[in-house]
T-cell receptor, first 114, second 114 residues
């Protein structure tokens, strides 16, 4: 049973570019959340998707957008990249019904913006 | 708003010594409490959680945490650490409102020395 998988694992972009990160949730999970983890800090909630819609959102600008597909996989898009967007982006999946907050995380996509 | 404070950014200990990683939270409503562990170059893994009931919760690898409502704390302890426990430990909370949005502390790096 595959866990949460993310791609790419590492990528380098320059300021102003756009990036798309991908996530496949753990088998049987229907909810995907995205977190940004800057160096030396804890993960910060970006947004959560369920039934192909954004269910809730953290304090991130509109440059950060996402999508969830019918197979529950998800994408995170960041436009007009800034140096401060350099971070580890973590995808986490869960089952909405009956969940008490336990999330299963992928290994992350490390984005470097030059 | 909720917040989580991990007072120690790094805790160095010798192998087989006891350790305590401190976590305090702030919330005006009831929360669920979690400890996640992040090994080098990996995603986060759930270590243990407090939902309700006994205030002392244990993990399968010897860690335990005690929920103290009056002190709004959820400190993590282990009576005897191993080299393999070297990792980053994150305390997190989520509201009991089905939001499943985790709010993380800044993390504590546990460094176990031989």
């Amino acid at each position: 049973d595959a866990g949460v998988t993310q791609s790419p694992t590492h990528l380098i972009k320059t300021r102003g570019q756009q990036v798309t990160l991908r996530c496949s949730p753990k088998s049987g999970h229907d909810t995907v959340s995205w977190y940004q983890q800057a160096l030396g800090q804890g993960p910060q909630f970006i947004f959560q998707y369920y039934e192909e819609e954004e269910r809730q959102r953290g304090n991130f600008p509109d440059r950060f957008s996402g999508h969830q597909f019918p197979n529950y996989s998800s994408e995170l898009n960041v436009n007009a990249l800034l140096l401060g967007d350099s971070a580890l982006y973590l995808c986490a999946s869960s089952l909405l019904a009956g969940n008490t907050g336990e999330l299963f995380f992928g290994e992350g996509s490390r984005l470097t913006v030059l | 708003a909720q917040s989580v404070t991990q007072l120690d950014s790094q805790v160095p200990v010798f192998e087989e010594a006891p350790v305590e990683l401190r976590c305090n939270y702030s919330s005006s409503v009831s929360v669920y409490l979690f400890w996640y562990v992040q090994y080098p170059n990996q995603g986060l893994q759930l270590l243990l959680k407090y939902l309700s009931g006994s205030t002392l919760v244990e993990s399968i690898n010897g860690f335990e945490a005690e929920f103290n409502k009056s002190q709004t704390s959820f400190h993590l302890r282990k009576p005897s650490v191993h080299i393999s426990d070297t990792a980053e430990y994150f305390c997190a909370v989520t509201l009991m409102d089905s939001s499943y949005k985790l709010i993380f502390g800044s993390g504590t790096r546990l460094l176990v020395r031989p």
